[in-house]
């Protein structure tokens, strides 16, 4: 059976497209960041439940492995077919290695040195207004969706917010622009509550320095918004393997 019809029997559409939940605009990047997301869904190892988990795992690996691919892509945009005789859609390849080579576990260290570049550049400023158009100016989401971000973050993220209103980059969402003082002081209550658990955790743990408290911070956040967290690693390990997928690009042939 080809990948198409293997699709069309597990992911209920034949669309390569449609199985990652994207367009068929979508950039490399954007591939990327959504197979990585769909097949942490299927990944044999965090869905032990579903018997066609492993199936799934590797019928995305062989999605991807077309989608990333210009030629193959470019011919699947025109034909709606794909070359199930092509070295990417080998049957010998270990599809658990390949997606480990796109997604190296990210370490800490990772953590720190993106966090310390991503605050205050464009891309952020570019991540932010994405957010809050998608939220349409709800704060509450906002702050919850964006990467490296707490509620000390919140005066600098409305001021780019405000700002790309002002030159009007964006709509002047109401949900922003007249946001209750009654809901603000609410999002501050929840931020100090949960800022007062954090402390609570990091002291039964025994965590101090700096990057120990990161560690406490990041487990708060699994532990009050999980599936917030998931998205904040899964975006950060895509950035992360943007370089390794490039490197490897030409690395494509029999294993």
């Known amino acids: 059976m080809g990948l198409l019809e293997r699709c069309q029997e597990l992911f209920k559409t034949s669309n390569l497209y449609e199985v990652l939940g994207i367009n068929k605009e979508a950039t490399e990047t954007e591939i990327r960041r959504s197979y990585y997301k769909v097949s942490l869904k299927v990944h044999p190892d965090r869905a032990p439940e579903d018997p066609l988990a492993t199936e799934k795992f590797q019928v995305l ?8 691919d210009k030629e193959q892509r ?8 794909v070359d199930e005789e092509s070295d990417a859609l080998s049957q010998d390849r270990c ?23 991503y605050k205050g550049s464009d891309e952020e400023r570019q991540d932010v ?17 964006a990467m490296c971000c707490s509620q000390d973050d919140e005066p600098r ?25 009654k809901k603000k002081k609410a999002r501050r209550k929840r931020a100090n509550k949960e800022r007062e658990e954090a ?3 990091q002291k039964e743990m025994g965590l101090g320095d700096e990057d ?14 999980e599936q917030n967290f998931n998205s904040f690693l899964s975006d950060l390990e895509a950035k992360y393997s943007k370089k390794s997928g490039k490197s490897q690009r030409g690395k494509r042939g029999k294993k």
């Open 61 to 68: 690996g062989k999605l991807y492995a077309v989608l990333s």
């Open 74 to 81: 470019a011919v699947y945009n025109e034909q709606g077919v």
């Open 95 to 117: 599809w658990e290695d390949y997606w480990r080579l796109l997604f190296p576990k990210i370490t800490l260290q990772d953590i720190l040195e993106f966090e310390n570049t």
């Open 129 to 145: 207004i994405q957010l809050y158009v998608q939220h349409q100016g709800n704060m509450d989401a906002i702050i919850d969706s």
């Open 157 to 181: 993220l409305c001021s780019i917010i405000q700002a790309a209103i002002q030159s009007e980059e964006v709509t002047a969402f109401p949900a922003f622009t007249h946001e209750s003082e």
């Open 199 to 201: 402390e609570e955790m």
């Open 212 to 225: 120990d408290s990161l560690v406490m911070m990041l487990k708060q956040k699994q532990k009050s918004r």
